[in-house]
Structures are given as structure tokens and as C-alpha cells.
T-cell receptor
């Protein structure tokens, strides 16, 4: 049973447009959410986080939205750049234990 | 550069062999983790150590053992490798609680 789902394995977006990556979770105990970006042959790097007491968190071109009632979060990247092409993992959790989704591969086309 | 260092980067084992994956962090983080990443599965927690001297099982601990040698180092041991343990292994650390993690670059392990 996957507690964190990223139903789109891949996404292609034109440079300069908005990228929206979606994530759904099932565990209502999750109170913190993370997004990670991973380039090939490298470890994941932390991108942005959101606490369950918020519904939005922004950091530059990256914004994460949380809809607790729907158990859904999304990552918006605007404007998208070719360097954003990577695999994006979302994770939900509480305390020490986070559960990661399977990832979405984003391709930003020049 | 400060961060998480994993060794080795690549390893091929025969079924039944044993090995230890090493991980060290120099950020004075309390918590350390071992994950495995398989295609379509995302990252799955094998074991974690919330603080020096403690270890706990994660989602997929079977076939693995860990040692939190000191605050810096957290090793993962495969006593008798199996093909199902072919994966990419990531070590991570965090200050603790809900802070973002720092990951190592991964160890690609193949068991034949």
C-alpha cells in the first residue's frame, strides 16, 4: 500500500511555462511534507518543504501547495528552466519517518 | 564541502557474500538514515538512527543490519546478499525531527 503517490511518472513542459507536479498521500498523521530533486547518478537534494499548518510555501521559482482535506500537494515551478529537468520526489511524514513517492521525471524542453 | 559521504559508489556481489556500506556526515546531525531506491518504488527506509546509540527498523529492514558507530558514522551491512537486494542505496542525515534531509550520492549495488 503506497502511502505517497505520484501518479504521473513523467511530465514534459516547454521552457518558460509552468510545471506542476502532483502528489497524493493517504496517511492523515503526516504533518510535514518535503520535495526533493534528483539528477542522474546523484543523491536527492532538498528543494522545499511545507508544514501541515500551512497551505502554501514559496521559495523563489518554487511554490508548494497543500490541500489537507484532499490529502494532496503540488509543486509549481515557474518559469521552468532546462536545468529543472530531473526526477522530483515528494515525501510525507511525521517525527523521524518519512515516506517517499516513486517520483516524477520532469523534462523541460528548450 | 560539508555533506554526507558514502562508500563505495559501486559494488558487485555474488549471492551469499557479505559487505558493509559506509556513511559519514560532518554536519553534526543527530539523525541518520539508510534508504534504498528501486524503479517505480521511490525511496524506502531500511533503518534509521534518531541519535547516537539508537537504531530502529524502517519499512524494509529484512536482510540488513546497521551500526551507529558514533555521531558521524552509520553503516549498513548485508550479511548474505541476495539478488533482491540489487538497488541503489542512499544514506541521509538530518538535524532531527521535521527538517529537510541531506543525502549522499548513493551506492549502486548489484547482486548476481
Amino acid at each position: 500500500d503506497q502511502q505517497v503517490k505520484q501518479n504521473s511518472p513523467s511530465l514534459s513542459v516547454q521552457e518558460g511555462r509552468i510545471s506542476i507536479l502532483n502528489c497524493d498521500y493517504t496517511n492523515s498523521m503526516f504533518d510535514y511534507f518535503l520535495w526533493y530533486k534528483k539528477y542522474p547518478a546523484e543523491g536527492p537534494t532538498f528543494l522545499i518543504s511545507i508544514s501541515s499548518i500551512k497551505d502554501k510555501n514559496e521559495d523563489g521559482r518554487f511554490t508548494v501547495f497543500l490541500n489537507k482535506s484532499a490529502k494532496h500537494l503540488s509543486l509549481h515551478i515557474v518559469p521552468s528552466q532546462p536545468g529543472d529537468s530531473a526526477v522530483y520526489f515528494c515525501a510525507g511524514g511525521y517525527g523521524q519517518n518519512f515516506v517517499f513517492g516513486p517520483g516524477t521525471r520532469l523534462s523541460v524542453l528548450p | 564541502n560539508a555533506g554526507v559521504t558514502q562508500t563505495p559508489k559501486f559494488q558487485v556481489l555474488k549471492t551469499g557474500q557479505s559487505m558493509t556500506l559506509q556513511c559519514a556526515q560532518d554536519m553534526n546531525h543527530n539523525s541518520m538514515y539508510w534508504y534504498r531506491q528501486d524503479p517505480g518504488m521511490g525511496l524506502r527506509l531500511i533503518y534509521y538512527s534518531a541519535s547516537e546509540g539508537t537504531t530502529d527498523k524502517g519499512e524494509v529492514p529484512n536482510g540488513y543490519n546497521v551500526s551507529r558507530l558514533n555521531k558521524r558514522e552509520f553503516s549498513l551491512r548485508l550479511e548474505s546478499a541476495a539478488p533482491s537486494q540489487t538497488s541503489v542505496y542512499f544514506c541521509a542525515s538530518s538535524p532531527g525531527g521535521d527538517y529537510g534531509y541531506t543525502f549522499g550520492s548513493g551506492t549502486r549495488l548489484t547482486v548476481v
